[in-house]
Nanobody, 111 residues
Framework: VQLEESGGGSVQAGGSLRLSCAAS????????MAWYRQAQGKQRELVAR???????TYADSAKGRFTISRDNAKNTVYLQMNSLKPEDTAVYYC??????WGKGTLVTVSS
């Protein structure tokens, strides 16, 4: 299984970014997918997850600002991030149920 994130970058507070994670090597639609993030000096934490049927769960910090979605035809999961804050600065990782991680993409939000 390979997971490749893209879409990270630098943005000012209040801005938006959309992260993508392209999966290969598995039957994508069979798996729960998630986004985690890890800020410098902190533990990795769940941001959002989406079940095979499209049910979603968000961390309190992401509710109302972030939206996770998936396109099973494209084997891709997305994270739309709006109203970004400096505290959202972190490396964002894609996760596929079963213990598979991407290498991460850096999001930097400046004030």
């Amino acid at each position: 299984v390979q997971l490749e994130e893209s879409g990270g970058g630098s943005v000012q507070a209040g801005g938006s970014l959309r992260l993508s994670c392209a999966a290969s090597g598995s039957i994508f639609s069979y798996y729960l997918m998630a986004w985690y993030r890890q800020a410098q000096g902190k533990q990795r934490e769940l941001v959002a997850r989406i079940t095979m049927s499209g049910g979603t769960t968000y961390a309190d910090s992401a509710k109302g600002r972030f939206t996770i979605s998936r396109d099973n035809a494209k084997n891709t999961v997305y994270l739309q991030m709006n109203s970004l804050k400096p505290e959202d600065t972190a490396v964002y990782y894609c996760y596929q149920d079963g213990g598979y991680w991407g290498k991460g993409t850096l999001v930097t939000v400046s004030s």
